[in-house]
């Protein structure tokens, strides 16, 4: 019997994916990493996750898990060939807490409330950068390890839940970091900028397509240095730091997306740099 069940377990580990996953707990907000290893008759195709599906390349796949999850056990559903025949594969995964703090803001309704033009902007440069977002260039643009945008101090981390008048408004959906108006910004790395625009909420924005998914934000600048369609080398100024959009001063708001969702900036690059570039 025991032998028989040894037997089971073997072969089922002979047909079973060989993959390796950044970790099987992921906080909503940030991004896991998922690998799967080289077999010559194995097409690894894409990863389904909460109804969307993450596109393979290179054997590997970002599994961005949006800050908006609850805590829960989930499933990933790998699709893949093998010798040519569709197969899945489940993961099993499970969204933890991420833990973010609380902003508590105490706001006079008339305050937050947009004047009807300027909702129609916002709603319409919100469209418009969901199509960037969820554009999956086939390209990879990334040789080497991402950098940050600026050499300063983070004045706010990604996550902070925003509680307006007893509601969840949102979060801090990137990272931000001192800048006084003028502070030259670089590209975190190589890319094709997709977006270059005086935006409603993040004022001046430059958005670079790191290809795959991937995407860098840059907002509140003051001065633009590159065009939309411009490849951008890592380092490479690409304008001046500013006050401008919805701001209460002057800083560099940092943000990141992967497939379509936000996703921590900062715990993104790290994930990237510890596990697939190298310098
Ligand atoms: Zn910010």
């Given at each position: 019997?025991?032998?028989i069940f040894l037997t ?213 600048m003051s001065k633009f ?55």
């Open positions: 019997m025991r032998f089971l377990v073997l072969i089922q580990s002979l047909f079973a994916l060989n993959y390796e996953i950044s970790s099987s707990k992921i906080a909503n907000g940030k991004t896991a990493l998922l690998q799967f290893k080289h077999n010559i008759n194995k097409v690894y195709e894409d990863v389904e996750l909460f109804d969307r599906k993450f596109k393979v390349f290179d054997n590997r796949v970002l599994l961005p898990i949006s800050y908006y999850e609850k805590p829960k056990k989930i499933i990933a559903t790998v699709h893949y060939r093998d010798y040519g025949k569709e197969k899945v594969q489940k993961i099993n995964l499970e969204v933890v807490d991420g833990g973010y703090a609380q902003e508590k803001i105490q706001v006079q309704k008339s305050k937050v409330k947009l004047s009807k033009k300027d909702k129609k902007r916002a709603a319409k440069e919100y469209k418009e950068a969901n199509e960037i977002y969820t554009t999956i260039s086939k390209k990879n643009y990334l040789k080497s390890k991402f950098i940050m945008p600026l050499n300063s101090k983070i004045t706010s981390s990604f996550g902070k839940a925003r509680v307006y008048n007893h509601t969840l408004n949102g979060y801090h959906s990137g990272t931000d970091f001192r800048a006084k108006v003028g502070t030259p910004l670089v590209a975190c790395n190589n890319g094709v900028v997709v977006l270059v625009k005086d935006r409603f909420y993040s004022g001046g924005s430059v958005i670079i397509d790191h290809g795959q998914g991937v995407y860098s934000c840059y907002y509140h240095d590159v065009k939309v369609g411009e490849h951008v080398k890592k380092n490479q100024r690409i304008g001046l730091s500013g006050v401008s959009g919805r701001v209460t001063g002057p800083h560099l708001h940092f943000s990141a997306r992967v497939g379509g969702i936000q996703v921590d900036p900062l715990q993104l690059i790290n994930l990237l740099n510890k596990n697939i570039l190298k310098d």
